[in-house]
């Protein structure tokens, strides 16, 4: 049986991800934070490591004593970061420096893992191309126009110079049971309206987590260490075409699309940010939001996933829609 550890487990893809390892027969262990909830690692068999990211010596005594002497994880899943924050700062400490501070302690305490997969954004990239729409690719260069994304590839780059083996993801938006900012769409299509901004086309790409669960415990197995990949379903959509997904499933037969410009959103988006210094608090609507709501391209490429590992999403976005919808009103939330 190999033993895997997912930092970051109590997430909403963390927690997709140990449950598709318990599948997959490993012996899984949790990598949470004190003040992680739980309330979807319930299983009997996950084992679980408290972890202080903000002393670095615990982490090292945390790793140390959580297996015999002379043993190790065979695998390491991080899945641990900030999708919002007051500054670069404090995107950059939990992104890169929890990272980093993770690694070292690794690498302290001799439990280098047979490999390790980050998992990344497409944040990473920036806005690509916005004219000819051209996927992105793993082999483009990253130019980052967010402070999230900066910092994740700053975290990407942290690893790529540890010496330890390693895969990256750079994921499109994760959607599926359980996540909550799709939710907010799918909340509001039920209620009649579908909110988008900009009156350019706007390509969009989803992966259904399920599928992005199976693909991390794939690309373990099969993919070379070192390498990046783009992970997406395979095919982009425009904001009609998800609306009227969204619409079918939720039994909504007339959906009114309000759109608003750019300059409003930017806005909102600034007051928001100001809003969110005055309190000492990250709130949802920020600049940094702004610029990702504003991009045209997210189309990607999953060639080089295709065939390094085999990855084949097989959850289109009609049936990863429907499965979502199921669930959130089996647990009242619609």
């Not at 390892?21 to 899984?28: A, D, F, P, T």
């Not at 490591?49 to 065979?74: I, K, V, Y």
């Not at 599928?211 to 993919?223: G, I, T």
């Not at 930017?266 to 702004?290: E, Q, W």
Request: proline share 4%; charged share 25%.
């Amino acid at each position: 049986m190999k033993r895997i550890l997912v930092v970051g487990a109590g997430g909403f893809t963390g927690g997709f991800i140990v449950g598709e390892g318990l599948r997959r027969g490993y012996e899984v262990w949790a990598g949470v934070r004190a003040s992680t909830s739980r309330a979807f690692l319930q299983d009997s068999r996950i084992h679980f490591l408290e972890l202080d990211f903000q002393n670095r010596e615990s982490l090292s005594e945390s790793l140390r004593g959580a297996l015999p002497e002379g043993e190790r994880w065979d695998y390491i899943i991080y899945n641990l970061g900030a999708t919002k924050a007051l500054d670069f700062a404090s995107f950059n400490r939990v992104n890169h420096d929890y990272l980093r501070d993770f690694t070292s302690a690794l690498a302290d305490t001799g439990m280098t893992p047979g490999k390790i997969l980050y998992m990344s954004s497409l944040s990473v990239m920036g806005a690509g191309d916005e004219k000819g729409y051209t996927p992105f690719t793993p082999r483009d260069i990253p130019q980052p126009n967010t402070r999230y994304g900066a910092s994740k590839l700053k975290a990407e780059m942290c690893l790529a110079s540890s010496g330890l083996p390693y895969v990256i993801f750079r994921c499109t938006g994760i959607y599926g049971p359980r996540e909550r900012d799709y939710y907010l769409m799918f909340k509001s299509i039920s209620r009649g309206f579908d909110f988008s901004v900009g009156f350019r086309r706007q390509m969009l790409t989803f992966i259904y987590v399920g599928d992005l669960a199976k693909a991390v415990y794939d690309a373990l197995e099969k993919a070379p260490a070192g390498r990046t990949y783009v992970i997406a379903e395979g095919r982009s959509y425009t904001q009609r075409e998800f609306r009227s997904i969204a619409a079918r499933e939720l039994g909504r037969r007339h959906v009114l699309p309000v759109v608003a410009p750019l300059w409003v959103l930017r806005a909102v988006c600034g007051m928001s940010g100001l809003i969110g210094r005055f309190r000492h608090k990250a709130m949802t609507l920020n600049p940094d939001k702004y610029r990702i709501m504003r991009q045209r391209n997210w189309n990607a490429d999953i060639e080089d996933a295709r065939r390094d590992f085999g990855f084949n999403p097989r959850t289109s976005l009609e049936l990863g829609v429907r499965n979502a919808v199921a669930w959130y009103r089996e647990a009242g939330w619609l």
